[in-house]
């Protein structure tokens, strides 16, 4: 299962880029608007340099002309972007037309199977279904992901990477990772949390206790 970290903040990305855990990042307008970043482009640039895999940078406008014109100044930034446009009958034109001409395209705000199905036609590199958004309104968000999954294995002509996004906690990733879904993408906060357990500080802390208790060292070992 390929990582994606969920953030347009820098600093976090290069701390998770250090761990070498990282396979890509995504962002989004709210992201970047979080993140405070002045110039957009600046920052994709930035983000491409700490991380080689696909960093996805969105559209901002929603129809088709002006969204195809901003698709393709991104797609300048770095050979690594990953467009991202929103599944739209605009965005799924513009996702066959960079996708034609060789640009990933990461297709996103996915809620259905059905719209899952189309962006898989129009060439995307990566589907975006949000899991979370989706339990925000007592809907089975990992279902969907159980859904597409089985859809797409279906056909070998589809090259449409499912890319699980708005992860709220490590149940949707280990759940997603069951199902077989290729990516992750999942914020920094989530992202440490899955190292943590409870018995692994408390077994970690004993054998500290006990090494001292041989008073030996490694390093100064003969
Ligand atoms: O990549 C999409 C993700 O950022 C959405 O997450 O928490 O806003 O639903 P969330």
Not at 50 to 72: F, H, I, R
Not at 85 to 90: E, I, N, Y
Not at 93 to 102: A, I, W
């Amino acid at each position: 299962m390929k990582f994606f970290v969920d953030t347009a903040d820098l600093s976090e990305i290069k701390d998770l880029a250090s761990t070498g855990l990282l396979d890509g990042v995504t962002t989004n307008p709210s992201l970047v608007a979080q993140a405070g970043a002045k110039s957009f482009i600046t920052l994709i640039e930035n983000i491409c340099k700490v991380v080689k895999g696909p960093v996805s940078a969105e559209v901002a406008a929603t129809d088709y002309p002006t969204m195809l014109k901003e698709g393709q100044r991104l797609a300048k930034i770095a050979k690594n972007v990953a467009v991202k446009v929103p599944l739209t009958p605009d965005g799924l034109k513009v996702c066959r037309h960079l996708s034609d001409n060789g640009t990933m395209v990461n297709v996103t705000l996915c809620f259905s199977a059905s719209q899952a199905i189309l962006a898989a036609k129009a060439g995307a590199a990566f589907i975006s279904p949000f899991v979370g958004r989706l339990d925000d309104i007592s809907m089975d968000g990992i279902q969907l992901i159980r859904d597409i999954v089985q859809i797409y294995r279906q056909y070998p002509s589809f090259k449409t990477e499912v890319l699980v996004a708005s992860v709220r906690h490590p149940l949707h990733l280990v759940e997603a990772a069951k199902i077989g879904a290729h990516v992750a993408t999942i914020p920094p906060k989530v992202i440490r949390q899955l190292y943590a357990h409870p018995l692994t500080d408390k077994g970690l802390a004993a054998f500290v206790d006990d090494w001292k208790k041989t008073g030996q060292t490694i390093l100064d070992a003969a």
